[in-house]
């Protein structure tokens, strides 16, 4: 294989496990924002359970503000909390499962993050060492 061929590999390499890296913090960010959205649904839970159920509500649906009475509109928000509690749970499962993948893949690649390198004897990297063992296969992130 020519150094060109080696580049473009570890190149090809970097770039799958950056993909990988982006879709775990996809993930996250998206996990993040359905836990806000379940307990924002439980504050309005708790906030209309005590009233009376037909008391006037107003409730927004798709940037439109409908009106309706609490006894209707309590079960479909509990059921919308529901709801997300379940596909919080099931992203948070996508997400152990690509982090795993991430991981798995950094090791398989020897991927080294250039945060992670340890540093020894007088400031000077690892790597750098002579007597420290050294591999050709490992990548830099």
């Known amino acids: ?7 473009a590999e570890k190149q090809r390499i970097v ?4 993909n990988l890296r982006g879709e775990v913090q996809s993930l996250a960010q998206k996990i993040n924002e359905l836990e806000a959205e379940h307990h924002e649904h439980g504050l309005v839970v708790d906030a209309i359970k005590p009233l009376d159920p037909d008391r006037k509500c107003f409730r927004m649906i798709g940037g439109v503000l409908v009106e309706g009475t609490t006894g209707k509109v309590l079960p479909v928000i509990e ?24 991981a798995d893949f950094a090791v398989k690649h020897k991927i080294v993050k ?4 340890p540093e020894s004897r ?11 063992e050294k591999t050709s296969a490992g990548v830099l992130v």
């Open 79 to 102: 059921k919308n909390r529901d709801q997300l509690e379940g596909l919080v749970k099931q992203l948070a499962e996508q997400l152990q499962k690509k982090e795993q993948e991430a």
């Open 122 to 132: 007088g400031g000077k990297k690892v790597e750098d060492d002579d007597s420290a």
């Open 1 to 7: 294989m020519s150094q060109a061929e080696v580049e």
């Open 114 to 117: 250039r945060t992670d390198q």
């Open 15 to 18: 770039m799958h496990y950056q």
